[in-house]
């Protein structure tokens, strides 16, 4: 290809790239009207939910009528962007009903005019408002990982099942197109036979040790905490009112799963789609050296012998195989191919003289053009959810994706909470050998049960 035809190349795909996102036109399930928009709620409105809530709200699709949260503020403050957004882009039709605002995801989920719910909250609330949702006939999105156990995964998808709805987790990456392509490239053997596979995250939780703080009114502690342990307050778990970052409840076993479950289950679900593992999952897990104290080092043995690494020092999701590599991560990209590295952006500055939309147009023009695996191409992970709702398909990380990620996650943390190295069925969600089915699931507070 010439200069000048590449170049046209490039500008078409990136003009095609910025275009507007159009829906196609719903096929809807009978019980729904083709010309109803989707009715949605929103549960745990801290940080993560102010970009999840503002996207959906701009789909002209979607019609947000509640919030929830235990936090008052937060509560309000959310109730007040719907109804400030409603009223600046209400146009000639009638008046938009003002935004509800619940303490209790219960109120939520027992609505019967609500469709679908979006959820952001702890982990360990996740499995628990996700089924009562799905039980109540609404279809879900629910932040990753989308459960706090296996135990929990295995829940899900089956409420999924006998209530026959649509599912989407928050594994976004699937949504980009570097990530794609690299698992397109991968699949289609174009680096060889894969070997080994090094996925990046930070460390496995640890028990909760935050100190009490005094409380301050407006929070209802008791059902924060809900099904897990009745910890002490701490502004560390749950910042008071209108925060601008992730809390570190995530870092705690009672309440999240660590690095390991938050970008575990990004970069592990990159994995798998590139391995072809949706649905499945290793068939060993080796705990590292002195696993009770490590934050790194645990490996999955797969059933055909490659092996995945956690590394605290990598470069995303990396795939080694006989004839190259493939490394990728948010915004960046590389693919070698016998020891030459062909399509790379990576470091802003390294690699000014080019761009990602470049390395990665070309890397699929080059290498993917008589491709026999094509994956799910979706450019809006939000967007991809709202369609699948009108046309009752799996969307681009359904069920068995979110299950599956969150799962492999929760087994690399039975090795690193209890030091223990162990063979797994994946096709059964069992134990083999090596460790106690106990580890799969946790202890529920009170009436909280899944």
Not at 62 to 71: I, L, M, P, T
Request: proline letters at 4%; glycine letters at 8%; charged letters at 25%.
């Amino acid at each position: 290809m010439s200069q000048a035809n590449r170049r046209r190349f490039i500008q078409a795909t990136a003009a095609a790239a910025a275009g507007p996102f159009i829906l196609p036109s719903r096929v809807w399930s009978a019980d729904v009207s083709p010309n109803a928009k989707v009715r949605m709620a929103f549960i745990g409105m801290g940080k993560q939910m102010g970009g999840l809530l503002r996207t959906f709200m701009g789909f002209p699709e979607v019609d947000v009528v509640a919030v929830c949260d235990v936090d008052t503020t937060r509560r309000e403050a959310g109730k007040k962007k719907v109804d400030d957004y409603y009223t600046a882009n209400q146009g000639t039709g009638p008046a938009h009903k003002a935004c509800d605002a619940y303490n209790d995801f219960r109120e939520i989920t027992s609505r019967k005019d609500i469709d679908a719910v979006c959820i952001a909250t702890p982990d360990h609330w996740h499995a628990i408002i996700t089924i009562a949702a799905l039980d109540n006939g609404k279809d879900v999105y629910c932040e990753k990982p989308l459960t706090h156990t296996v135990h929990e995964s295995i829940a899900v998808v089956a409420a999924v099942e006998r209530n026959k709805r649509v599912l989407q987790t928050g594994s976004m990456q699937r949504s980009s197109a570097e990530f794609r392509i690299a698992c397109e490239i991968v699949r289609n053997g174009v680096i060889g036979k894969i070997k080994t596979v090094d996925t990046q995250f930070g460390n496995p939780a640890k028990p909760n040790a935050n100190p009490e703080e005094a409380m301050e009114p407006g929070l209802d502690w008791e059902m924060w905490c809900g099904p897990a342990k009745l910890s002490p307050y701490s502004s560390v778990l749950s910042p008071r009112g209108i925060h601008n970052h992730f809390p570190q409840w995530r870092m705690t076993r009672e309440y999240g799963a660590g690095m390991v479950g938050d970008w575990g289950a990004h970069h592990i679900d990159i994995a798998h789609w590139g391995l072809g593992r949706d649905g499945s999952g290793p068939v060993e897990v080796i705990a590292p050296a002195d696993a009770l104290n490590a934050n790194q080092g645990c490996k999955f043995i797969y059933d055909d012998g490659v092996v995945l690494t956690h590394v605290n020092q990598g470069r995303g999701a990396s795939f080694f195989g006989e004839d190259g590599e493939v490394h990728v991560n948010r915004g960046k990209f590389e693919v070698i191919i016998k020891g030459e590295s062909k399509y790379k952006f990576w470091d802003k500055e390294a690699d000014k003289k080019t761009t990602l939309a470049r390395e990665t147009t070309f890397a699929e023009r080059d290498l993917l053009a008589d491709a026999k695996i094509r994956l799910y191409k979706s450019s809006n992970q939000l967007a991809d959810f709202i369609k699948c709702i009108g046309t009752r398909e799996k969307p681009i990380c359904s069920e068995i994706v979110g299950a599956g990620s969150a799962t492999a996650c929760h087994l690399m943390n039975v090795a690193y909470y209890h030091g223990a190295s162990f063979k797994w069925d994946p096709a059964n969600n069992k134990i083999v050998s090596g460790a106690e089915a106990a580890w799969l699931t946790k202890d529920y507070r009170g009436a909280w049960k899944v």
